[in-house]
């Protein structure tokens, strides 16, 4: 049901737009707003003059929806009241063991550890580190920023080059890096994946086809700070713990990872089978939830 607040002697819609039809009066203009308060199944989820940002909102009408089927399941009171209750500690309990017996997932297998631990050893490995320089292309505010790329292309391309100088890197880094590296040749030193920002860690270190290779990286590298040409001179491949040793952790994390997509799920189901007004939630009506 949706809660609509119109204006007293709001004027009769005669006009596909709420106005008398005419597109010279205005009338249409006078028409009175219409607001509809966010509600679960009738149940409004904000007091009047109650102001909640987006992310309060969303989170108060996925809990009234938990509450509303612990009332359905006979394991909460039914609630009399107009607007959603805050929810006390022995409520909130009660909704957590419901969702322990509502909302399965299946325990990982070992194989399916294993196949984790494959495809993410570089994850797993520890102690190690690379030893880089770059030439930075810095997109900054006002910038041309194909432009910019197609300078930052042309110098890999030239650095790509078998007959390329070994000092011309560095020459280029002073000439042209947004980086104060570029008086130093662009050298980074030894940088760890915690020294990186992602993007440069994903390619330095997470990537199964570059990240034990040394020399030119054969692409630029899009970072936040814009455009890198990355040299990789030294690589310390660090300690790779064996999969008995991490099997334990890579189950619970497996298990973490199916307990959320089964909760989403299960969530997703409760709002395609209510009655929501006012929000945007992600619905499915499906009675599925595995």
């Known amino acids: 049901m949706n809660h609509e607040t119109l204006t007293d002697n709001a004027p009769e ?21 219409v607001t509809v308060t966010p509600a679960i199944n009738g149940i409004a989820l904000v007091a009047p003059g109650e102001n909640l940002s987006t992310e309060d909102l969303h989170e108060r009408a996925y809990a009234e929806l938990l509450r509303q089927e612990a009332v359905r399941l006979g394991l909460l009171p039914r609630f009399t009241g107009l607007t959603a209750p805050d929810l006390n500690a022995d409520e909130q309990a009660v909704i957590d063991r419901m969702l322990e017996v509502e909302v399965t997932s299946p325990q990982p297998t070992p ?15 520890g102690g190690q580190a690379r030893r880089v320089r770059h030439i930075l292309f810095a997109v900054t505010p006002g910038v041309n920023v194909p432009a910019l790329a197609q300078r930052a292309e042309a110098a890999l391309l030239e ?22 590296t570029g008086a130093q040749g662009g050298d980074l ?15 330095l270190f997470f990537l199964a086809e570059s990240s034990q290779s040394t020399g030119l990286r054969p692409r630029l590298v899009h970072t936040r700070f814009g455009f890198h040409i990355v040299d990789v001179l030294e690589v310390n491949p660090g300690h790779l713990p064996t999969f008995e040793a991490l099997q334990t952790q890579i189950a619970s994390r497996l298990q973490w990872q199916s307990r959320a997509t089964a909760l989403g799920q299960y969530m997703r189901r409760l709002v395609g089978l209510a009655q929501v007004d006012g929000i945007d939630l992600d619905g499915d009506a499906s009675p599925l939830v595995q």
């Open 111 to 125: 194989e399916e550890a294993q196949r984790y631990y494959d495809a993410h050893q570089a994850q797993f490995t």
């Open 159 to 180: 650095l790509s080059h078998k007959s390329v100088a070994p000092e011309r890197f560095a020459q280029m880094a002073a000439e042209l890096s947004n980086c104060p």
């Open 189 to 203: 030193g030894w940088l760890t994946p915690q020294d990186c920002v992602p993007e440069l860690a994903k390619e």
């Open 13 to 33: 819609a005669s006009g596909s737009n709420g106005s008398c039809g005419s597109g010279t009066c205005g009338c249409g203009s006078a028409a009175a707003a």
